[in-house]
């Protein structure tokens, strides 16, 4: 089988259901006037590889696909009478205010839906015991926001009881959440939707993605990732100043990326200067002449006297197996920091044989991640809101709107998190890393 | 049939020869290791709607699909021997540079091309009557270049005869030409191509297309264009300003977009302070009950003291018709240029009605086309230069690199040319438009 | 007699009178603590060379000096019942917003007045026959005002009838009005400043000089400059690139400056990339051997392939002498756009000599003064604020803040008006733009 | 006294000599054309306050007064013999290029020295045992550097035996070497001096004073400061939007500054959201009622769920006393950075007094230096860089350029190093911050 956006199911592809839950059959006709209507029977090919849709057909299958998102005909919930919730998770991402915007404006004004409540700092705004109640969201409130970063929200790490918050709901009559979140975030809401379920009572739960790293399976790009690349391929410019301005300097500038590394890779693509770029996918090996410390020294030992390094912030893991015990006293974070432990170690070898470097660490993710959507990626974050009340009205639940080519989609939770999407370190993204940077010998395995 | 990106053929679509011209059969291996070689059989699917794909099978037909870009395991060309000419062409756009260094890169590092030559100013240093040689291309030369908007080559615009042009290169002795350019430098280079086949000579013609408008055929994304949006967006943030600024003030924004008007809508849809947008593909009445100027006394009417347009460059030249004529006599450039015509009639209406109003107008077009690419456009320009060199090694020729569903693809030059891109109205991307703009009345017709 | 930074009085510069006018002793103790206060004593010597201050002394006369501005031990108007009118007029510029806030923030914390009016849209908003009331400014409504550019409250060209803003002020009790605006508003200030006095009211006049162009007598620095400067030396990037991206590529911006060149000549020193820099202070000849478009013949014969010209829009006004009549038959408008006029005149030239270049103009005024004001340029904001609302506390009128030799001052408003501020053409400035961009023929006089 | 910018004097101000050394009578015609000459004599009083002024003569003495700086009628250096050395040294600065490229312009086109040498990586460059010879410098060859931040000649920190590089500079045959550097770097400049006095050589030595700080004695403004402010205004954006995205969320921005907080004050200024802002020249109290601890708590117990403190680096360091012995054993890194320090304790204190908050820690130093220089800060690069290369022409030495009420001047080595300037916390300067900030509890003692 031929992968081209990687992707996993939790089990066999062709025994895996990519229906879409519903709260109830879309019966009333939707309020939206002179857009083209996605048919419900609309849906998009996981593949676009001839070999691999043929290879299907040839066992009378159809490929797997995803339902397409869009504007129904027939939706569930009566506008004058829904009542909307809108809640921000996790850390902070380019486009939560875009997104937050873009809801409010169409179920306002596509749909006529004017009972809607933003839901203070993350699930716990659920939990009655919080100081801070809903408030009420209008488009005059919201007619700016898209220009700053972080979400007018708040957002808060961690879930809630399920019960406590689908009580809340209840009290506060409302029809239809939007959780922006992450994997964590995400799980909740799937916690949200069974508990409903099983009260039997008629609320929608749309995810939207919110992964700063675009690692969410089945989803080929999430909101806030191009931003974030724009931004991280701008500090490798000063990286790269700082490495040039001294004999021998090396810039290191960790990434986010705890499993993934498609922000780093993609900011050393965005802005070729990188020299060495290590993700989590890719184990690489410090020590030895086949180490990453050797190349450094070949490097300089050539004449040329700098280097940028760009690191995710869960590379080189499998680094730490030994050296966790001994420095388990200190306290637990420097150990896992592979920023840190690349600044002691290359320093310290440095030392050891004698050749003078510096280097200068950056550690940006605050400013990056911190910044407003950009461009294209604003576009996406009101299209993904546009998808997302188009569900939400149309009855789905239990979802989350991807994107698949470049297409809007419904995809189950359940699928979306099931694991998390990954570098193909054989594929175009890293073939593309590797000629940009001509890195190599510290891939290899030692031996 | 269901087009989900618009796109048209010469032809009826299933007696149209996606099929891609060579110079050769590649026989030789390619140098390159630690990269997954892609199948001369894999294509892409035109379309990934299932519906779609279901059709051709039932019909006993594949789908269309397009060629997969990427490296192959055979070449034609040997590196050791080839001899390569890089030509940049048109208007600016961001990313020529980023396609120049990468093109650089890639053939040095990759195959092991040292040979690559500048061709300065365009076709026009193709001709051996310009004062200007080729200048040799090394990585160190083009190392930081993709900082900087503009090409370091130089542009020019219009074609050269093909003969003089093809006798050039045979002097040059050059194999392969990665002409960098919009529609009529992609026709150019199928001329040459042509012209080449006549001769019986081993020269490859790649193109790679630039338009800032985004509008080529069968390529669902050209280089630039992202960068572009986001500075138009940036730009509508002053004009908002300016806007907001002056009592019932309006903002007028041309931009780029002489047939198609994606930078308009897309710059809209990225800042979504823009009341109206106004595209080519939209004929909208200008005077009437129906009309734009009542509909923007209708708005400062309602307390609206300010109002942000965005026209693309190509929009409402049905209004010309008449107009044509009465002012022939004072040259023939304000008929044409609809901002200028927007500001003029906008500005006598509201004189005429004795509504006070002022109006500032707009004409970024330099600015943002003489930008540098930016983030994951600027990868797009390094993937489409790699994807460039595998083809012309390989031996492809008369053919464009292009974007399908986000993957590259090889594309006749016939068929990327043989008409433009539009937005399609009633798709999703004007749907949203028409959503975050809230405009409508003045699309209607006047009856 | 040296000048160190050029200025104008209307009489001789010993009888001139500096002080500043008063509505009434200022009896009250300041609430501010903490700070030091400024002794009413303290004034800043208008020259620091030592030559010309030891001239002075000799003849047994001080030199001419400002008050220092800043917080009085005594103030005129008691906190608990002043009410503020604050009021921006003209065209936009950086840093508007950052000096509203600045002066609802200083007055509301500082000194404790909490009766703060935005008059909408210039002096109009201060005629009863408007249709927008002033608002309430609070510190809550402009706290985060200053990252945007333009002016909350709208503005205006053009000044009232005094008689009947008097009439506005005293209806709406207002003691103490900042006035925000160019050379017109703040005549228009004093106007009201002395129809103020005829009807001995106390109301304090306090200008805050709003002049994008830097222009301003006796004031070293104006709000909004430096943020220009900032932002037209990007656009010269641009236009450096263009030019660069053809063959004999000429681009001409043309910057903000009626009457004064600073803008040109700063941004043309700020981007060093700038080959001709014209301002209104320094005529210039176009044609013949000693002219301009000699001049350009020859760069590009020399094979300099590109040339970047930066215009005031006020320079060169003497080409239109003769000009004028020829042309009055096409409309006026082209007349007086320099920009306009050098693009024709200049292809008109390369075509009768038959030597191929191209012309790109940029005219990005509406960008530049619609943006924030930033770094230093925001801090200069605030402490304009602070020192208008220490001037204003203390009863002061019928003056502007200033700022001579980098400290802030107390200029009356008949002086700061009487004359505009130029670049000295034989000063270090003009020097400076002499020595980065190489020019000199044109310059001189033609015979 | 009065003191409006403050600085100090080794001794005595009345006993204080401000004169400059030279290394010979100049005689030769300055090839200067075009420029108003600045004579000798030309002088800038130390003061501007007409009190200060009228004291000093009052005791019939002249005010205290600098050189002021500009091109000679007479030079000492014969252009067509002479050879330049440009070192810059210590940590990135934005501009260092641009002052590269300024020097490098005058001393060519104005002057006609065309022997102009890099010294690569510092004084390390001049010592003959390093790896790397100077390298010829040439106005293509800087022509876009300007762009860039950093500086192409590469710095490094720390001084050299004043014997070998004097040795080096006589075998290099240099005649002025312009030295960019911070104190230190100038007190090696002045040792240089020193060495090449001793020996008679005829060998200018040129500071030119780089403090990101803008610390320097009898120097009124650094280049570098205005774009530092800038940059750092901006990370404070992000610092707000992430303390604002969580419950109680506290950004804590450490900036550059050991002994004067200017950029902390500036850049609270220039972005009107800090809070809190904490420099070396106010200690504060952190514990107990009157302390930071308390007054965050009484912020969040308030109901302002955010908190944005900016410390400049040499802040608090009081607060180490007692502290460092207990740390002492788990390394000594934390004990000196306040960032760390602040941290820790904030997050220890509201754990400690069960209060959920969160804290952001940005360490942006590198990025804010190695950015380019912008706008005015650029002009004064060029400007300084035009200055320096007069006073050397000139035959001046131990001298460094430098800006008193913003005109260029002499100041001897000596004196511009021999203290630190520092915020006068009752100026102006500290009185905005804390007028726009509204802190004040803990900067009262304890008691």
Redesign the interface.
């Known amino acids: 089988m ?1 992968i ?1 956006i990687p992707f996993r199911c939790p089990g066999p592809l062709d025994q895996t259901d990519f229906s879409i839950a519903t709260i109830g059959e879309p019966t009333l006709d939707s309020p939206i006037r ?3 209507f996605i ?1 419900p ?5 996981l ?5 691999e ?2 290879e299907w ?1 040839s066992k009378d299958q ?2 797997p ?1 995803l339902e ?1 998102a ?2 129904r005909e027939k939706i569930f919930h009566d506008p004058a009478w829904t009542r909307v919730g809108i809640v921000t998770c996790g850390g ?1 991402c380019p486009g939560l205010n875009n997104v937050i ?2 809801l409010v ?2 179920l306002w ?2 749909y006529g839906v004017k009972n809607i409540f933003g839901i203070p ?1 993350g699930y ?1 705004g659920l939990n009655p015991s919080f100081s ?1 109640p809903p408030e009420i969201l209008t488009p005059d409130l919201v ?2 926001i ?6 007018i929200l ?3 790490r961690g879930n809630q009881d399920p019960k406590t918050m689908v009580d809340t709901l209840m009290r506060l009559n409302i029809n239809i959440v939007f959780a922006v979140g992450g994997d964590g975030t995400l799980r909740g809401a799937h916690d949200l939707a069974e508990e409903i379920k099983k009260r039997n009572q008629r609320i929608s739960i749309i995810g939207i993605p919110k992964t700063i790293d675009n690692d969410l399976n089945l989803v ?1 790009r999430t909101f806030g990732f ?2 974030s ?2 931004s991280a ?1 701008e ?1 490798i ?3 790269h ?2 490495a ?4 021998n300097g090396l ?1 290191i500038v960790k990434l986010m990326g705890r499993d993934s590394g498609f922000i780093a890779a ?1 900011a050393s ?5 990188v020299n060495i770029c290590l993700v989590p996918e890719q184990p690489f090996v410090l020590e030895g002449n086949g180490g990453l410390l050797k190349a450094l020294e070949r490097r300089f030992a050539k004449g040329k ?1 700098h280097a940028v390094l760009v690191v995710a912030e869960g590379a080189g893991q499998n680094l730490f197996e030994g050296v966790t015990e001994q420095k388990d006293a ?1 306290g637990n974070i420097l150990h896992h920091d592979i920023g840190d432990f690349l600044v002691a170690h290359i320093k310290d070898y440095f030392k050891k044989i004698n050749v003078e470097m510096s280097v ?5 993710s ?2 990056i991640r ?2 407003p959507a ?3 990626d ?2 996406f974050c ?2 993904l809101a ?1 998808n997302a009340v188009h569900a939400g009205m149309a009855g789905k639940t239990d979802m989350v709107v991807g994107s ?5 989609t419904h995809v189950p939770i359940t699928l979306a998190t099931c694991e998390r999407k990954k570098i193909d370190v ?3 993204l890293w ?2 890393v ?3 940077t ?1 890195q ?1 010998d510290y891939f290899k395995s030692e031996k």
């Open positions: 031929i081209e002179g857009q083209r048919s029977d609309h849906r998009v090919s593949f676009t590889d001839m070999r849709i043929k057909i159809d490929p696909s397409r869009g504007p902070l915007k873009g404006q169409v004004f596509d700092y716990r801070h007619d700016s898209h220009d700053d970063g972080g979400t708040g957002s808060s080929d191009e931003s690349v724009y391929a500090v410019t000063n990286a100043v700082e040039k301005g001294a004999f810039s993609y693509l965005a802005n070729t200067v006297t200190s200068k660490y950056f550690d940006p605050y400013i911190s910044g950009r461009g294209t604003a576009i009101y299209q546009e698949w080519f470049g297409q809007f054989t594929g175009p073939n593309a590797l000629s940009a001509r190599a």
